[in-house]
Structures are given as C-alpha cells and as structure tokens.
C-alpha cells in the first residue's frame, strides 16, 4: 500500500533539494531507495539531494541529507540554508540563530536579513587522513599535488588540492571553467582510490583576488548548480595558496556565496540565499512508515 509523503522544493543558489519534516510527518523506512524514487528528474520530483528534519538530543534540529543516488552524506552547506529557512518559514523556530547536528558535528546558521543567511562553517580539516585522502603526509595541507587520472580511455594527470568542511573536496584550479570536461574528469577523480569515501570535486577559475567562479561534480550526484561547501573548500585552499584575499565573491552557476576566512584559528563565514520553491505530496510505493 502506498503512502502520501508531505515534501517542500527549496534551492539555495540552485543546488536544489526536497525537504521533508519527519518531526510532523511520517516517513518512509528506506530513505535511500526514497531518496532514488523521488529525486529523479524524469520520475520523480527532481532533486540534488533529499533533507530531512529530525529532533536532535544534542542540538535544536538535526538534518539529514541523501544525495540523489541514496547515499548518506555528512554535510552540505547550501543545504543547511534551506533547512533553516524552511524551519522558520514552517514554525519550527523563531530564533536568528541555532544549532543544526549534521554528521559532521553541530552547525549554525544564522538569519542575514531577507532570504540571506549566514553560516558559521567552523574550521576546515586539512589534516589528509582527516579529509580523507592518501594524498600529502603529516598534518597537511594538501595543496598542488599531481594526480594520474585515466579518462575515456587515455592518461593525463591534474594538479589538485584538497579540504574538508566535514565532507572530503579536491579542488582544481583550471583556464576556463565554462569549457573544462567536468563531466568526464569529475568522476574520473570522485572515485580515485587516493579519495576511501570518494570526493567533491570543484573546478575553479580565478577572475581575481575577490572573486572566482566554480563548477561542482558531487559525489553521489553529478554536476550541480551549487555547492557551499565546496565554494568553501575552494576559498581555503586558494587563501592558502595565496591566490585570493581573505574575503572572497564564488560566482557558481546558480548565483553567488560570500566566504571569510580570517585566520587559520577563525571559523569560516558563509553568506548566501536560500528560497522555497512548491511544496506538495509524492506517492511513497514502497511505503511502511516509521519516524
């Protein structure tokens, strides 16, 4: 018997997701296979990923996050602006401020004014068994390291750099964004053995020292508008290769994040929009409910 499942469609700078609130709704026991049904942009309601509100023992909500392809991953930073903006706009929360637990530990968001806001992204791992990734030793970074790649057949090699913001990035710096091969080279370098947990790729092209612009192949779900962790892992790793000043514009296809990095002791700041897009129901076939 199937089983009508409340969703609401949001995007934050075009990384789309559907948010569905199992504090008020029931849920369907398997995610992952949900996850796949609905995310589906022929078949289903069309997603990058799939966020779901839980009560938190440890925080004021926890968040949940599926990619397309039904994997479980630990963070996603466009993700926790939608999260939070459906909190509020859902009555959930009043407050400017709170604490959301991700896989990747607790994370607050904080309202910036209109349909802004503001995260407080802590600091990010550049330790390589941290990340993690076989590449660099020691304590890292892991910063403009050669990677022998095979695509479509034939060798070629990238120099990449790698961090994570509680989810693994490898960054590559390139000439010209727009005509890289991203969709060949993404996941040549996603599922590289030196990546255990595969890897966020972002392909960057610095316009100057306040601003780059960023393609994302993520992990469980190919190319996306989108990707603010990886807008903030690109931002790490350029302020370390002293390519780019302390505050920086990432310019992704579907609009613009704002990420400060003081200092190696300060958390990262990330500023950008989050809007809710339709809400409605979707059909659950594989049913069973369960909270």
């Given at each position: 018997?199937?089983?009508?499942?409340?969703?609401?469609?949001?995007?934050?700078?075009?990384?789309?997701?559907?948010?569905?609130?199992?504090?008020?709704?029931?849920?369907?026991?398997?995610?992952?296979?949900?996850?796949?049904?609905?995310?589906?942009?022929?078949?289903?309601?069309?997603?990058?990923?799939?966020?779901?509100?839980?009560?938190?023992?440890?925080?004021?909500?926890?968040?949940?996050?599926?990619?397309?392809?039904?994997?479980?991953?630990?963070?996603?930073?466009?993700?926790?602006?939608?999260?939070?903006?459906?909190?509020?706009?859902?009555?959930?929360?009043?407050?400017?401020?709170?604490?959301?637990?991700?896989?990747?530990?607790?994370?607050?968001?904080?309202?910036?004014?209109?349909?802004?806001?503001?995260?407080?992204?802590?600091?990010?791992?550049?330790?390589?068994?941290?990340?993690?990734?076989?590449?660099?030793?020691?304590?890292?970074?892991?910063?403009?390291?050669?990677?022998?790649?095979?695509?479509?057949?034939?060798?070629?090699?990238?120099?990449?750099?790698?961090?994570?913001?509680?989810?693994?990035?490898?960054?590559?710096?390139?000439?010209?964004?727009?005509?890289?091969?991203?969709?060949?080279?993404?996941?040549?370098?996603?599922?590289?053995?030196?990546?255990?947990?595969?890897?966020?790729?972002?392909?960057?092209?610095?316009?100057?020292?306040?601003?780059?612009?960023?393609?994302?192949?993520e992990r469980g779900t190919g190319e996306t508008l989108a990707c603010g962790s990886g807008a903030c892992a690109a931002s790490v790793v350029s302020m370390l290769r002293d390519v780019v000043d302390r505050r920086v514009t990432v310019e992704l296809r579907g609009g613009e994040l704002e990420i400060e990095w003081a200092d190696a002791t300060s958390p990262i700041l990330m500023t950008?929009?989050?809007?809710?897009?339709?809400?409605?129901?979707?059909?659950?076939?594989?049913?069973?409910?369960?909270?």
């Amino acid at each position: 018997m199937s089983q009508s499942i409340p969703f609401t469609k949001m995007h934050g700078a075009g990384n789309d997701f559907v948010v569905l609130d199992a504090i008020r709704d029931p849920m369907p026991r398997d995610f992952a296979a949900f996850s796949r049904q609905i995310s589906d942009r022929n078949f289903g309601i069309g997603a990058d990923q799939i966020l779901v509100v839980r009560q938190s023992q440890d925080a004021d909500f926890r968040m949940e996050i599926f990619n397309a392809d039904g994997s479980q991953v630990e963070m996603c930073a466009n993700g926790i602006r939608a999260f939070y903006k459906f909190l509020r706009d859902h009555g959930h929360t009043e407050s400017d401020e709170i604490q959301v637990e991700t896989l990747s530990g607790i994370v607050r968001p904080r309202w910036a004014g209109g349909d802004m806001i503001r995260v407080d992204m802590g600091l990010p791992v550049l330790e390589p068994a941290k990340i993690p990734t076989t590449l660099g030793s020691g304590d890292g970074p892991v910063l403009d390291v050669s990677l022998d790649l095979t695509v479509n057949g034939e060798a070629q090699s990238v120099v990449l750099s790698s961090a994570s913001m509680g989810n693994p990035h490898a960054v590559v710096v390139v000439d010209d964004v727009d005509a890289y091969p991203v969709h060949t080279v993404g996941p040549e370098i996603e599922n590289h053995a030196v990546f255990p947990n595969r890897v966020n790729v972002e392909f960057i092209e610095i316009t100057d020292r306040s601003r780059f612009r960023q393609r994302t192949w993520e992990r469980g779900t190919g190319e996306t508008l989108a990707c603010g962790s990886g807008a903030c892992a690109a931002s790490v790793v350029s302020m370390l290769r002293d390519v780019v000043d302390r505050r920086v514009t990432v310019e992704l296809r579907g609009g613009e994040l704002e990420i400060e990095w003081a200092d190696a002791t300060s958390p990262i700041l990330m500023t950008g929009p989050a809007a809710e897009v339709f809400t409605g129901t979707i059909e659950d076939a594989s049913a069973g409910t369960g909270a």
